[in-house]
């Protein structure tokens, strides 16, 4: 019985353990950045779009997909710009301290000229809660390079 407890909590560890290509969330499976989406169409578009592999760029360790070469190139041009927030980790799970890997690109918000992306159905209060996560940003980046 307790070998079975120990395997059952180490398996779990492995689960929990967030999946990120040097800098970026790319999720369990696979090493792209927000599921595919276009990152620049959350800028340009105002919507969440789904890439293509036909327009792709490397960055941080990770493959960014775009819906046009014409986005290919505005993030190659400068992807700091366009890039989400914590690593495109769940933005509100970084005000609570979470590392919350699975997002859903289609809840996103654009504040100040930066893309947060969440993890649920909706942000419950980013506004406020983005303060929060800005403070605990340097420990979970800290944690995560460990």
């Not at 019985?1 to 492995?14: D, H, Y």
């Not at 353990?17 to 040097?22: E, I």
């Not at 970026?24 to 599921?35: D, L, P, Q, W």
């Not at 941080?60 to 997909?65: C, D, K, M, Y």
Request: hydrophobic residues 40%.
């Amino acid at each position: 019985m307790k070998r079975l407890g120990l395997t059952c909590l180490c398996i779990a560890s492995v689960w929990t353990m967030p999946a990120l290509a040097g800098e970026v969330n790319t999720g369990y499976f696979g090493n792209v950045a927000i599921e595919g989406y276009d990152t620049v169409a959350y800028f340009t578009e105002k919507r969440a779009v789904k890439g293509s592999e036909k327009f792709q760029s490397e960055w941080l360790g990770a493959t960014w997909q775009f819906s046009s070469d014409e986005n290919r190139k505005k993030f190659d041009a400068s992807p700091m710009d366009y890039a989400p927030q914590y690593g495109g980790l769940c933005a509100e799970g970084v005000g609570y301290n979470e590392m919350t890997v699975n997002i859903e690109p289609e809840v996103w918000q654009i504040i100040d000229g930066k893309l947060y992306i969440s993890a649920g159905a909706a942000f419950e209060d980013l506004a406020t809660n983005r303060l929060k996560s800005d403070a605990n940003w340097p420990t979970i980046h800290a944690e995560l390079q460990k």
